[in-house]
């Protein structure tokens, strides 16, 4: 039986997915992935996203501007620096502030949207290599949808406290593992066996932040519908008449719809939103 990297208490199976397992403790409301066989997801496949991402690009921004909005009543100014910047946009939306000066780090995908924009330093390398040669200090460090991917986030946290300036802050996006979306919906998107590691909760990511030496100033779970929708779709799949398929998927939705957007605020009050952000200050 293996322990639970935050308290070193067991952990106890809770699903299996595609052969891989799920393991979680239930103290901390922390899961591990056990993989039973190796993955490559970037594999040939540099930008196989691009094309579908930028159809969402509308949806992508107004979600990072929510998260910009936030972070701008903690720094107002100075050195940021984004892990694992995917297509770039975040950081591009950010660089239109110009009290910051932004470096990115992406090693795998192509910085699409950063591709003529002087304002932002790239680094085309994993966040390990980055870390034994930087002398630098960040008033922020972003992770967004990328602590997760982490075989050791402890250990990464442990390392970004010590490029964080006196009064840095750490801003962190996850997906909540413990969220309505992830109980309701059959085949929960954000599982990913094949590269997301560790599975957080609101409990378990704030008892890691401390552990590490970090003090949680904001916290919240929220999802944007079209995530919620897009998840609850898979639930349907398994009908195989594509008449009676839509027709279910219509009632169900006629009903569920109303009582999802009348509620919506309280759920994500009570920590049962599909993503967790938070913002912690380096102690």
């Keep these: 039986m ?20 799920i393991w979680e403790c239930r103290d901390c409301s922390v899961a591990y992935t056990r993989q039973e066989k190796t993955y490559n997801i970037y594999n040939n496949k540099i930008d196989y996203k691009i094309n579908t991402y930028r159809r969402l690009e509308k949806y992508h921004e107004k979600q990072f501007r929510n998260i910009i909005n936030t972070v701008t009543r903690f720094i107002s100014s100075g050195n940021l620096l984004e892990v694992g910047a995917g297509f770039g946009l975040f950081s591009s939306l950010l660089s239109e502030y110009k009290n910051y000066s932004i470096e990115v780090i992406e090693p795998h995908l192509s910085l699409y949207f950063l591709k003529n924009n002087q304002k932002v330093i790239m680094h085309r390398k994993k966040y390990e290599e980055f870390l034994k040669e930087n002398k630098k200090k960040y008033d922020g460090v972003f992770f967004l949808d990328v602590l997760e991917h982490f075989d050791r986030p402890d250990d990464i946290l442990r390392r970004t ?7 840095g802050y750490l801003i962190l996006q996850l997906p909540n593992y413990r969220s309505l979306m992830a109980r309701i919906c059959k085949d929960w998107s954000w599982w990913m066996v094949s590269d997301h590691k560790i599975h957080f909760s609101p409990r378990s990511a704030k008892l890691l932040l401390e552990k590490e030496g970090y003090m949680v100033r904001y916290i919240t779970t929220y999802e944007p519908w079209y995530d919620f929708k897009k998840n609850l779709d898979g639930n349907f799949t398994y009908i195989q008449s594509s008449m009676l398929r839509k027709s279910i998927k219509l009632v169900f ?17 009570s920590d049962y939103g599909g993503l967790l952000l938070i913002i912690a200050k380096k102690l």
């Excluded at 406290?161 to 009064?167: A, E, F, G, Q």
């Design 253 to 269: 939705f006629l009903l569920f719809v109303p009582f999802y957007f009348l509620f919506r605020s309280l759920v994500w009050r």
């Design 2 to 21: 293996k322990l639970c990297s935050i308290c070193d208490r067991n952990i106890y199976l809770l699903k299996e997915i595609n052969g891989d397992q």
């Design 161 to 167: 406290r010590k490029i964080l300036s006196i009064n």
